[in-house]
Every structure is written in structure tokens, then in C-alpha cells.
């Protein structure tokens, strides 16, 4: 094989870089190290300046299609956060009432509110993901008070497999109970006891 190659790849090289012009002894393999340097150099090039105008060139396509940008910008923008922040990452695990009065389910806190919804709804909001199962790629952004959510001790990789499995995998639980936190309770409905009972 080395001989094959050197056939073929020493006739192409100008004879001031040929071995045997210096020297009276012909160097098995020279025209594979000529071939592996020249590939080398040529990927190189080809990824610096050929990929690059592909990216640029796909970026433009994918941007300029009239569904497909919006899509494309909101995806552009997730990588360009998790890619520039290595440190985003969701916070903590937490129960919240969702759909509906009564009914729990679990998130995972991403961040407290920022920018216009703070403003809207104030700084005691986070914001919530609440993943679909079994796929938790997708769900819910809802924003609650920090006040009505339940803060659980499990990782987000326990709520991550809970999720996954559809709650066949629940992790153990610790003697720590987690610090319960409720909507609060009105006394509307309720009856007060005597001092007697």
C-alpha cells in the first residue's frame, strides 16, 4: 500500500522536495507523509472557509422561509443561551397546582421573572416548566408565586426519572421533610369551635 501511494504521489511533487534529489537512497512512505500533510491542510481550509459559508448560507435560507424562521429563530436562540451560559440549568424541583385547583403536578423552576413580567406580575413570580410525560421535551412555561409552590428535596435528574417513567420511578424519600408551602387558606366556609369544645 505504501508503495502504491508513492507511485502515484511522488511523480506530482516538483523534484526540489523530493528525496532523492539530495540523496542517493529512495525514503519508503514519503508520498504517504506528503498525502496525510496535504489532506490535512486541505480539510483544514475546507472547514474554515467553505463550512463556514455553508452556516452562513443555511442560517440565511432557514431564516428567510416564512414558517420555518420563526421556529428556527426561537431554536437559534436556546442554543446561543445554553452554548454562551454553561451555568443555565433549572433550579430546583417543586409541585404546583396545575391545571387546576386540587391538582398537583411537578416543574421545575428555571428562573425567577425577569424584564416586562416581573413588571406585569411582580418579583415574587418564578417561572415554572412543567414537562409533558413521557417526553419532557415539551410542556408548559407558567408563571407562578414562589409562595404557592411546594419545594421538593429530590434532584432534577429524581424528577427528571419520575417524569420519564411516568411516576413508576419515585425516588426515596429522607427523613427531611421538605418545607411545605400552600395557597393560603381563607376562612371563608369554615366554622369556628366553641371555647368549650
Given at each position: 500500500?505504501?508503495?502504491?501511494?508513492?507511485?502515484?504521489?511522488?511523480?506530482?511533487?516538483?523534484?526540489?522536495?523530493?528525496?532523492?534529489?539530495?540523496?542517493?537512497?529512495?525514503?519508503?512512505g514519503f508520498g504517504v507523509i506528503v498525502m496525510i500533510v496535504?489532506?490535512?491542510?486541505?480539510?483544514?481550509?475546507?472547514?474554515?472557509?467553505?463550512?463556514?459559508?455553508?452556516?452562513?448560507?443555511?442560517?440565511r435560507l432557514l431564516s428567510s422561509v416564512p414558517i420555518v424562521?420563526?421556529?428556527?429563530?426561537?431554536?437559534?436562540?436556546?442554543?446561543?443561551?445554553?452554548?454562551?451560559?454553561?451555568?443555565?440549568?433549572?433550579?430546583?424541583?417543586?409541585?404546583?397546582?396545575?391545571?387546576?385547583?386540587?391538582?398537583?403536578?411537578?416543574?421545575?423552576?428555571?428562573?425567577?421573572?425577569?424584564?416586562?413580567?416581573?413588571?406585569?406580575?411582580?418579583?415574587?413570580?418564578?417561572?415554572?416548566?412543567?414537562?409533558?410525560?413521557?417526553?419532557?421535551?415539551?410542556?408548559?412555561?407558567?408563571?407562578?408565586?414562589?409562595?404557592?409552590c411546594i419545594e421538593m428535596n429530590m434532584s432534577i435528574e429524581?424528577?427528571?426519572?419520575?417524569?420519564?417513567?411516568?411516576?413508576?420511578?419515585?425516588?426515596?424519600?429522607?427523613?427531611?421533610?421538605?418545607?411545605?408551602?400552600?395557597?393560603?387558606?381563607?376562612?371563608?366556609?369554615?366554622?369556628?369551635?366553641?371555647?368549650?369544645?
Open positions: 500500500m505504501i508503495n502504491f501511494i508513492d507511485n502515484r504521489v511522488k511523480p506530482l511533487l516538483p523534484p526540489i522536495i523530493q528525496p532523492e534529489t539530495y540523496t542517493n537512497i529512495a525514503i519508503p496535504a489532506l490535512t491542510i486541505l480539510g483544514a481550509v475546507t472547514t474554515n472557509l467553505l463550512g463556514r459559508s455553508i452556516v452562513r448560507g443555511a442560517d424562521r420563526n421556529v428556527y429563530a426561537a431554536f437559534k436562540q436556546l442554543i446561543e443561551v445554553l452554548t454562551n451560559n454553561q451555568q443555565a440549568s433549572y433550579d430546583r424541583v417543586v409541585l404546583v397546582e396545575y391545571p387546576k385547583v386540587g391538582s398537583w403536578c411537578i416543574g421545575f423552576v428555571s428562573s425567577n421573572a425577569k424584564g416586562e413580567i416581573a413588571h406585569r406580575l411582580g418579583d415574587d413570580f418564578v417561572g415554572v416548566f412543567v414537562p409533558t410525560t413521557p417526553n419532557p421535551t415539551s410542556g408548559f412555561l407558567i408563571y407562578v408565586r414562589e409562595s404557592e429524581d424528577g427528571a426519572k419520575m417524569i420519564l417513567s411516568a411516576g413508576l420511578v419515585v425516588p426515596e424519600h429522607g427523613d427531611e421533610a421538605p418545607e411545605q408551602r400552600s395557597l393560603p387558606l381563607t376562612d371563608e366556609g369554615t366554622e369556628k369551635l366553641s371555647e368549650d369544645a
